[in-house]
């Protein structure tokens, strides 16, 4: 079972919802053309300059 699941609302409408072990808020941050990304065990690729929202729901 993963450790998280998040819930992200990008600014632009879109919504995403995935499980992963990676702390988000922890976890190394690469800047690159402007934007903030963080990349996942699970190869998501998240660009958390473009978050609208985020919740996070730690699964025991």
Known sequence: MKKYKY???FKG???LVFETDTDLRK???DKINGGTFVVTENQYTINISQLKSIKV???K
Do not use: F, N, S, V
């Open 57 to 59: 729901k730690i699964q």
């Open 7 to 9: 819930y992200l609302t």
């Open 13 to 15: 409408g879109h919504d």
């Open 27 to 29: 976890a190394k941050k």
